[in-house]
């Protein structure tokens, strides 16, 4: 019986077809796979930029929201119509076109205050606000503040609102008066009682949740104090004016900003 010659292979000196063989390229086939996913990550991406543009180009709105008496129309006149018209509690929206410069035009909507039907009205145009303004009176908010702290929370626990994330400004009106209140103070003010609602809500949630019919939702950070800083989702800030007078600017330079 002839003995073959037995085969050695030296692993730090590779053989001569060992060196051909490497340079033939391998696995053509996974390397096609890998080239095809990473194009389908690049067209999926360049999608969802699209359509988040898309969605941020089609929402224009600005909404007006607020109690009855805030001031909202009288804002909204002077803004659309550059004079003071006579307002009265209305039952239905105010629909005007902003145009604001080097932005394009916004549509501004004064949502009725009028608690029987604001949120029917704000439902109908919060998926298109790219803003939206709480209106408050600087003057009576101590004897509103319960209301006015009611509706903001529902405003900003909106899950549309939470969602899309317009920029929110509270702006505080009728800063005419001499004993209106200045936005750090509204701002305090708002936030201790934004707290005590916000306990409530949630007590009431969890003990809904725990039939299995709603999930909770918590408003700013859990552990602390309600914050409106720690609302992470909205952009949330606070301005003086007095549409009495025509003073505006704050609100003027904010809609510039979110055009």
Same mark, same amino acid.
């Given at each position: 019986?002839?003995?073959?010659?037995?085969?050695?292979?030296?692993?730090?000196?590779?053989?001569?077809?060992?060196?051909?063989?490497?340079?033939?390229?391998?696995?053509?086939?996974?390397?096609?796979?890998?080239? $095809?996913?990473?194009?389908?990550?690049?067209?999926?991406?360049?999608?969802?930029?699209?359509?988040?543009?898309?969605?941020?180009?089609?929402?224009?709105?600005?909404?007006?929201?607020?109690?009855?008496?805030?001031?909202?129309?009288?804002?909204?006149?002077?803004?659309?119509?550059?004079?003071?018209?006579?307002?009265?509690?209305?039952?239905?929206?105010?629909?005007?076109?902003?145009?604001?410069?080097?932005?394009?035009?916004?549509?501004?909507?004064?949502?009725? $205050?009028?608690?029987?039907?604001?949120?029917?009205?704000?439902?109908?145009?919060?998926?298109?606000?790219? $803003?939206?303004?709480?209106?408050?009176?600087?003057?009576?908010?101590?004897?509103?503040?319960?209301?006015?702290?009611?509706?903001?929370?529902?405003?900003?626990?909106?899950?549309?609102?939470?969602?899309?994330?317009?920029?929110?400004?509270?702006?505080?009106?009728?800063?005419?008066?001499?004993?209106?209140?200045?936005?750090?103070?509204?701002?305090?003010?708002?936030?201790?009682?934004?707290?005590?609602?916000?306990?409530?809500?949630?007590?009431?949630?969890?003990?809904?949740?725990?039939? $299995?019919?709603?999930?909770?939702?918590?408003?700013?950070?859990?552990?602390?104090?309600?914050?409106?800083?720690?609302?992470?989702?909205?952009?949330?800030?606070?301005?003086?004016?007095?549409?009495?007078?025509?003073?505006?600017?704050?609100?003027?330079?904010?809609?510039?900003?979110?055009?």
């Amino acid at each position: 019986m002839v003995q073959q010659p037995s085969l050695l292979v030296n692993p730090t000196e590779p053989s001569e077809e060992d060196e051909k063989l490497r340079l033939i390229p391998q696995d053509d086939e996974d390397q096609g796979i890998n080239l $095809g996913s990473v194009d389908c990550m690049l067209a999926f991406t360049s999608i969802f930029i699209f359509v988040w543009r898309r969605g941020r180009v089609s929402r224009r709105g600005i909404c007006l929201v607020g109690l009855c008496e805030s001031g909202k129309t009288l804002i909204f006149s002077q803004l659309i119509y550059k004079k003071a018209v006579e307002s009265f509690t209305s039952m239905k929206e105010n629909v005007g076109v902003l145009d604001i410069a080097s932005k394009g035009a916004l549509k501004l909507i004064d949502v009725p $205050g009028h608690e029987r039907v604001r949120q029917r009205f704000f439902d109908n145009y919060k998926n298109t606000a790219r $803003g939206i303004v709480f209106v408050l009176d600087s003057f009576t908010l101590n004897k509103d503040v319960r209301d006015v702290a009611e509706y903001l929370y529902t405003v900003l626990s909106d899950p549309v609102v939470s969602s899309n994330r317009p920029q929110v400004l509270i702006l505080c009106n009728k800063q005419d008066h001499a004993l209106a209140k200045g936005p750090q103070v509204i701002q305090s003010i708002l936030e201790k009682e934004m707290n005590v609602l916000r306990n409530t809500q949630t007590n009431q949630l969890e003990a809904v949740a725990e039939g $299995g019919n709603k999930k909770s939702f918590y408003l700013g950070q859990e552990g602390k104090n309600f914050e409106f800083a720690d609302i992470r989702s909205l952009r949330i800030e606070f301005a003086a004016a007095s549409a009495q007078t025509a003073d505006l600017e704050n609100l003027k330079k904010w809609l510039q900003l979110v055009a």
